[in-house]
C-alpha cells in the first residue's frame, strides 16, 4: 500500500473536504472548482489545489473537479471506503454520546462495544448498544475485529485502559481523557480535547477581537 | 492589545502545553525542559521552543523553564486568565455531554445557559442548568455578556441559530454541527467535527498501519 506522507492539517482538511463534496453530492451538483471548495470550506483555492495535490491530478482545467468522482477518491484516501469497528471505553456522558453520534456511522464508523467499569451502569442501554462490564473488553475486541478504541475514562484510568485495548489488538486510540498517554510506535494515537476548541477561539478573541 | 500572528496549529499546542504544565504543577514540578514538554505531549523539543519562541524568552539555559510561570504566560496568552461565558445552543445528547463537561469550567468557560426549541425538554435540568427555550436566546446572551456560543442544532437549523447568536452580540462560535456555516468577518469561527478526528486515525490506519 502506497504510504503518504502529509500533515495532520491536510488530512484534516481532505476530511472537510469530502464532507462539503458530499453537501454538494446531495443538492445534485455535478462539478466543482477549487475556488468554491474553497469559499465553501473557509480556506484559500490555492490550500484547496496543494492539499487535492498531493494526490495528483484531479480536475480538468477550466472545468473544474468532477464532484462524484473526487468524493470517491476522497473517501478512498481517507480509508473511508470501508467500514471502522470501533469500541468506546468509558460510558459516562461524553461516551454515551459518542456512542449515539450519528456522524460517525454515517463515515463508516461503526460503534461495537461500549463498556464501563461501574456495575450500577453494566447492562444499561445506550441506543442499541447495552454496556458491557470492562473485561470483556479482550473478548470484545477479538469477536468484532476492532482496530479502533475511543478513551472517554477520567484522566487516572485512562493509561491502564489504553495498555488494555493496545494488548488486545487495537491499532488506533482516540484519547477524549485530559491525560497524555504513552503508546508503543506502531499505535496511533490522536488526543482529543475540546477545551482546546474554545482556547482556540479564547486566544482570537483575547487577541485578535 | 497586542495582536499576535501565529498558526492556529501553535495556539492549539499551547494549550495542550498548559495542560501538561497545570499536570506538572499538581506533581509539584517546579522545573522543565522543553525536552521534557515534549515528551511529556509527543512533539519534538524542537517545536516546543519555536512555539514558545513566539512569545519572547521564557526559559534559562541549562534551568529550563520554571513550571509555575511559564503556565501563566500560556494562561494569560490563551486568554485564560478571565472568565468566558458560554451559552449552548442544542439541548440533544451532545448539547448535554458539553453542558457537564467538566474540562470547560475548570479552564474557565461557565456554561450560562442551555437552549432548544422542543418543548417537550424545555424545563428540564442538565446538572444544575435548566434548558431554556430558544425564543430566550437574545435576552440570556444580555443577561450574561455572552461572547462564545457552542452550535450543536443539528444542520438544517445550524445557520439560523448562528445568525441569532451573532444578531445577540455573541463573538465566537463553536460548531459541532455537520454544516458549513457562513459568519460576518469579526466573528470568530471554528468548527469540530468529531468524525474528522476518527478520519485522521483511519487515513493512518489505511496508508501507514
Known amino acids: ?10 488530512v484534516m482538511r481532505l476530511s472537510v473536504y469530502s464532507r462539503y463534496l458530499q453537501q454538494l453530492l446531495e443538492e445534485k451538483v455535478e462539478t466543482v ?8 470550506v473557509g480556506v484559500s483555492s490555492a490550500q484547496v ?13 477550466g472545468v473544474g473537479y468532477r464532484v462524484e468522482e473526487l468524493f470517491g477518491h476522497l473517501m478512498n484516501i481517507l480509508g473511508l ?6 469500541i468506546i471505553v468509558g460510558a459516562g456522558k461524553l461516551g454515551c454520546a ?30 442499541c448498544l447495552q454496556i458491557e462490564s470492562l473485561d470483556k473488553l479482550k473478548k470484545l475486541v477479538h469477536e468484532y475485529d476492532i ?12 493509561q491502564d485502559v489504553t495498555d488494555q485495548l493496545i494488548e488486545s489488538g ?3 486510540i482516540l484519547n477524549f481523557s485530559p491525560r497524555v498517554l504513552k503508546v508503543p510506535a506502531d499505535v496511533i494515537l490522536r488526543n482529543v480535547d475540546l477545551s482546546v476548541n474554545l482556547e482556540v477561539l479564547s486566544f482570537n478573541l483575547t487577541y485578535n477581537g
Do not use: H
Open 1 to 10: 500500500m502506497k504510504a503518504y506522507k502529509i500533515p495532520e492539517a491536510t
Open 33 to 40: 472548482s477549487s475556488g468554491e471548495i474553497a469559499r465553501g
Open 49 to 61: 489545489r496543494k492539499d487535492l495535490a498531493y494526490f495528483g491530478e484531479f480536475g480538468t482545467r
Open 81 to 86: 471506503d470501508q467500514q471502522w469497528n470501533v
Open 98 to 127: 459518542l456512542a449515539r453520534y450519528q456522524g460517525f456511522r454515517e463515515r463508516g464508523f461503526q460503534i461495537c462495544a461500549i463498556l464501563d467499569n461501574d456495575p450500577a451502569i453494566v447492562g444499561e442501554k445506550v441506543d
Open 147 to 158: 482496530k479502533v478504541g475511543i478513551v472517554t475514562v477520567p484522566a487516572e484510568a485512562a
Open 170 to 172: 487495537v491499532k488506533a
